[in-house]
Structure formats: C-alpha cells, structure tokens
T-cell receptor, first 117, second 111 residues
Framework: KAGVTQTPRYLIKTRGQQVTLSCSPI?????VSWYQQTPGQGLQFLFE???????NKGNFPGRFSGRQFSNSRSEMNVSTLELGDSALYLC????????????????FGEGSRLTVL | KQEVTQIPAALSVPEGENLVLNCSFT??????LQWFRQDPGKGLTSLLL?????REQTSGRLNASLDKSSGRSTLYIAASQPGDSATYLC??????????FGEGTQLTVNP
C-alpha cells in the first residue's frame, strides 16, 4: 500500500512568485491536511480538507490556500512568496470511516522543501 | 490554547541504554496523542498512537504512556541502537486533523 506522496520534493522560487504543491493521500484516506515546518516555529497546522471542502484552518495569511479534488488528492498554493515562506511543507492523510476503524492516526509524506530567494 | 513541551531538547546516549523522552501538555481535552520520528530532511514516521481513553501503547522496543490528569506522556526506548538516532516529536490531536506539536527531542545514540 503506497504511502502519502508529495510532489515536488524540492523547489526554489523567488520573492513575489507563487507555488503549487501536490499531495496524494494513502488510498482510501479522504482527509488531507497540510503543515509547515520551520526551524523557528516548528510544525504548524495550515488546513484540512475532506469531501473537497476546507474543514479546519490554522493561523496563516490568505496567501496560503488549498483545494481538494474528487479523488482526495490535494494541492496547496502560496502566492506572493516571502523569504519567510521557506520551509518544509508536509502533507498528512487520515482515514475517515466507521468509528471502529477510524483510529484518528495521521500519516505523513516526505514533504516538499521550498526555498524562497 | 494547547501548548506542548518536550524535554530534553537533545539527548546523547551510548548504545544499549534505555531512555525516556518526555512530553507535557496544557489542555487535557484531546482525542489522542501520537509520537513521531523524523530523520534529517525527511517526513514524519508515526511510531505510536495513544487514544484519549488509553494509558499506554507498545510497539517492539517502544512504549508510550499517557496521563491526561497530569498532562504528560513519555516515550520509553529500550536497548537503544544507533539507528534510533533521530528527532522524536509528540503531537496532540484536538480537532479534525489539527495536531499540536512539541519542539522535539533530538536523540543521538553513539556506537
């Protein structure tokens, strides 16, 4: 069973540009959430999607947005990039289903390393 | 607001030692607690999940406990090996897929 897949793994952008990151969850997982990891702030929750709707949102500016497709794949977009957006962006998926099978465990991908110059 | 603290921030031990990593939190209203491992430049690997109603979970050489009344969790690693060297993170799930993470404990196991 394939894990959470994130693309691209590495990318370099300049200030003012925008970036789109992609995440394919574990097969059968309908919830996808995104996290930002930086040395200064640690791991912070960005947002969660399931059933193609944003369900939960962290404390990030509107430049950070996301969406989810009908096959549960998700993308996140950061517009007007700033130097401080340099980070490892991690995607996680979670199974949503019958209570007895839904442990609430999150599974993470390898991340997309964004460098903003 | 949930706050999570991990002590120590870094730990260096000789191979074969048993060790304990600590995680404390301020709000006991949680769904579950997860311990993760992160190797440099990599994503997070889930090690153990403890539901809010549980006291401990075990997997191989790892044992995690949860005491909601005191706001504490511990991760016990038995007979440590150099391959255990990594950063260990605890995270509490409070709603949906929102996890609140500690800053992590960087573990080095010396051969």
């Amino acid at each position: 069973k394939a894990g959470v897949t994130q693309t691209p793994r590495y990318l370099i952008k300049t200030r003012g540009q925008q970036v789109t990151l992609s995440c394919s969850p574990i097969s059968g997982h309908r919830s996808v959430s995104w996290y930002q990891q930086t040395p200064g702030q640690g791991l912070q929750f960005l947002f969660e999607y399931f059933s193609e709707t944003q369900r939960n949102k962290g404390n990030f500016p509107g430049r950070f947005s996301g969406r989810q497709f009908s096959n549960s794949r998700s993308e996140m977009n950061v517009s007007t990039l700033e130097l401080g957006d340099s980070a490892l962006y991690l995607c996680a998926s979670r199974f949503l289903g019958l209570a007895g099978l839904n442990t609430g465990e999150l599974f993470f991908g390898e991340g997309s390393r964004l460098t903003v110059l | 607001k949930q706050e999570v603290t991990q002590i120590p921030a870094a730990l260096s031990v000789p191979e074969g030692e048993n060790l304990v990593l600590n995680c404390s939190f301020t709000d006991s209203a949680i769904y579950n607690l997860q311990w993760f491992r992160q190797d440099p430049g990599k994503g997070l690997t889930s090690l153990l999940l403890i539901q809010s109603s549980q006291r401990e979970q075990t997997s191989g050489r790892l044992n995690a406990s949860l005491d909601k009344s005191s706001g504490r969790s511990t991760l016990y690693i038995a007979a440590s090996q150099p391959g255990d060297s990594a950063t260990y993170l605890c995270a509490l799930r409070t709603s949906g897929s929102r996890l609140t993470f500690g800053e992590g404990t960087q573990l080095t196991v010396n051969p």
